[in-house]
């Protein structure tokens, strides 16, 4: 054949003369009996399984610092505190390594998982439901939202730094992460992978907002329960405390002549001033000590703080929480000293003086 067609025959020259390789082995086949390649016995082969445990893993450690974040920022808005914060040391490798799975492979793995796919098909059924109207409203409130975030995270750290100098440093990773929400939150649709700076910064904020408006209910409910006594005070001191020997002087006991205590006394200065300190009670509920006023009325009860047990006893041996109670009387007995009156022969004789005569010039 190539000495038919020459030394330097192309394949293309071959294929027109001779038809493609594979007609040409069929046509041999043919020839020789053989079974067409259709016949011939094939392999089934399994497609392998996909992997999904880093995927699993990445998106479990999302929901995870999700939850995380948004029960530490309410423990940490209710207090009032930052320590409830320094839970964001557990949360923050797990949250770190999930992101960079993402980074690297992208969420495309995460789509493969099940329960992705179910969530998905769940979600799909409620757009088209009654509900389809409320989530497109909720959508357009997108943009509002990242902004709303980052007012909260700098709002928090100003209101933790008042309230705790240990704060300070917290106000600069804050102010941070509410300029990184504003640039992230609208790209979210367009790269998936922002969801892991999106969504744990928003469980973070709500959580805050969930605990800063409990802060707020628990302070208006205590004050409207239980509010407190003020009593009239004319005193012009203002700090309101007595001292001896620079010791402070809650309370005063007096005494007549017999020994016998007296009560409803009210003491004044020099200058017809009342002596006004602080007055403590209990607090209704609490078992807890609290300031009722200021007034110059003594004496005043004894405030005791202690402990009761299953029966109701105080200072039971099995106490199991804290009790107040006002105790009144003196806790002490007096010896007045008696005062007698000398006899007048006894009594010593009136110093005299003597002239002292001025010098004459």
Known sequence: ????????????????????????????????????PEDAPTIATTPPKPHFTQARLALWGLAFSVVGLGLFA?????????????????????????????????????????????????????????????????????????VLCAVALVGFGLLLMLRSTNAVLM???????????????????????????AVPVSAFVVGALLGGFGAVIDVA??????????????????????????????????FDAEGKPL?????????????SVARYGCEPGTGGRMKLGEDNRFPRPRVVQGVTDDRGNFDGYNGYRPACREEGGVPFSA???????????????APTTTATPTPTK
């Open 171 to 197: 106000l600069p990773v804050l102010i941070v992460l509410a300029a990184a929400i504003v640039w992230a939150g609208p790209r979210t649709t367009a790269d998936r992978r922002l969801w892991w700076l």
């Open 1 to 36: 054949m190539e000495a038919e067609l020459g030394e330097g025959a192309k394949v293309e020259t071959l294929i027109e003369r001779l038809g493609t390789p594979e007609s040409y082995a069929a046509e041999l086949r043919a020839s020789g009996g053989y079974p067409p």
């Open 74 to 146: 309410f423990a940490a808005a209710v207090s009032v505190s930052p320590r409830p914060l320094l839970g964001l040391l557990l949360v923050a490798p797990v949250l770190l390594l999930s992101a960079l799975y993402v980074i690297r492979h992208g969420v495309e793995p995460l789509d493969a998982l099940p329960e992705v796919a179910g969530v998905r098909t769940w979600l799909a059924g409620t757009r088209q439901g009654r509900d389809s109207r409320a989530l497109v409203y909720l959508r357009s409130l997108k943009p509002a939202w990242w």
């Open 263 to 275: 009560s409803d006394v009210y003491l004044y200065d020099q200058n017809g001033r009342p002596l």
């Open 221 to 254: 409910h205590s004050r409207a329960s239980y509010p407190y006594q003020s009593y009239p005070s004319s005193s012009n001191y203002d700090d309101h405390t007595l001292s001896y020997t620079n010791n402070s002087v809650e309370n005063v006991y007096a």
């Open 335 to 349: 010896a007045i000293p008696k005062v007698t009156t000398p006899p007048a022969s006894a009594t010593s004789p």
